[in-house]
Each structure stands twice: as structure tokens, then as C-alpha cells.
């Protein structure tokens, strides 16, 4: 259920009397979405995510500055010093395309089976990076 749903339907998820909550993708969640949807009976949150990635979306950089609106409750909680737990061994990209998040994550390691993928066809290289001069340009009907 998404962030929206949670708070359209809050009476439901009341209703359930569930203990636990579980929440993916915490990191970009804005900390009034959780605790709004959150029920009464709640004994125990589990917040899953990447505190190192994206960061919960603002429109307004003045109060995403003025007020760290743009840092979770996960993000928060954790730099504080909150207990957590965070994966050590990788299972999705390429060791190439792993090495170059190293000085994010400096314990990943790669599971054997992401080693001895073929190289891609056609291109010069595994991964690359597009630089482009451009500046994005604003969708009116958006």
C-alpha cells in the first residue's frame, strides 16, 4: 500500500490491530506519511531502505532546507544512533558496476554468483556514463 493509501485508508489499518508495521523504501518516505498511518496498537516498526540514496522528494528547497523536510524518520533515526542492520554482500550488479559504489558501502562484497558474467555486446565497455551539457527543461502539463 502506498503512503497515500495508508492515510486514505487509516480506519482499515486501525481496524486490523496489527502490532507490527512494516515499511519498504523508508529512506524516501516523509517522516509525516509514517507516523500519520501508524496504528495504535503498534508495538513494533520495521523500516526498510538505503539511507545513502534518495532522500524523501520536496518541492520547496526552502523548507526542505529551513526544516530538513527532505530527511526521513529512517535517515534520522539512524544517524542518531539507532540500531540497524545493513547488508554486506550484493546480489544484483555487475563487480565493475559494484567496485564504483565502494566508497559508499566500503564492506559490499559481491556473491559468487554475480562473477564470470559474460561482457555486453555491442558496447566498448560493461557500464558507462553519459555527460551530457543540456539543462532539463519543465513539462508544463506536468
Same mark, same amino acid.
Request: proline share 4%; aromatic share 8%.
Given at each position: 500500500?502506498?503512503?497515500?493509501?495508508?492515510?486514505? $485508508?487509516?480506519? $482499515?489499518?486501525?481496524? /486490523?490491530? *496489527?502490532?507490527?508495521?512494516?515499511?519498504?523504501? +523508508? +529512506?524516501?518516505?516523509?517522516? +509525516?506519511?509514517?507516523? *500519520? =498511518? /501508524?496504528?495504535?496498537?503498534?508495538?513494533?516498526?520495521?523500516?526498510?531502505?538505503?539511507?545513502?540514496?534518495?532522500?524523501?522528494? !520536496?518541492?520547496?528547497?526552502?523548507?526542505?532546507?529551513?526544516?530538513? /523536510?527532505?530527511?526521513?524518520?529512517?535517515?534520522?533515526?539512524?544517524? *542518531?544512533?539507532?540500531?540497524? +542492520?545493513?547488508?554486506?554482500?550484493?546480489?544484483?550488479?555487475?563487480?565493475?558496476?559494484? =567496485? !564504483?559504489?565502494?566508497?559508499? $558501502?566500503?564492506? /559490499?562484497?559481491?556473491?559468487?554468483?554475480?562473477?564470470?558474467?559474460?561482457?555486453?555486446?555491442? !558496447?566498448?565497455?560493461?557500464?558507462?556514463?553519459?555527460?551530457?551539457?543540456?539543462?532539463?527543461?519543465?513539462?508544463?502539463? *506536468?
Amino acid at each position: 500500500m502506498t503512503t497515500t493509501g495508508a492515510a486514505k $485508508y487509516k480506519s $482499515y489499518i486501525q481496524d /486490523l490491530n *496489527s502490532e507490527i508495521m512494516l515499511i519498504e523504501e +523508508a +529512506a524516501e518516505i516523509h517522516e +509525516a506519511h509514517i507516523t *500519520s =498511518a /501508524l496504528p495504535t496498537k503498534l508495538q513494533q516498526l520495521i523500516l526498510i531502505g538505503d539511507h545513502k540514496q534518495l532522500r524523501p522528494t !520536496v518541492n520547496s528547497m526552502r523548507l526542505a532546507s529551513e526544516f530538513n /523536510l527532505d530527511i526521513s524518520m529512517f535517515e534520522r533515526l539512524i544517524m *542518531s544512533g539507532m540500531k540497524h +542492520a545493513t547488508l554486506t554482500t550484493q546480489r544484483r550488479m555487475r563487480p565493475e558496476i559494484s =567496485a !564504483v559504489i565502494r566508497e559508499l $558501502y566500503p564492506t /559490499l562484497e559481491d556473491y559468487k554468483s554475480e562473477e564470470g558474467y559474460p561482457n555486453i555486446k555491442g !558496447v566498448g565497455s560493461n557500464y558507462f556514463f553519459f555527460n551530457h551539457q543540456f539543462s532539463e527543461s519543465e513539462n508544463k502539463d *506536468s
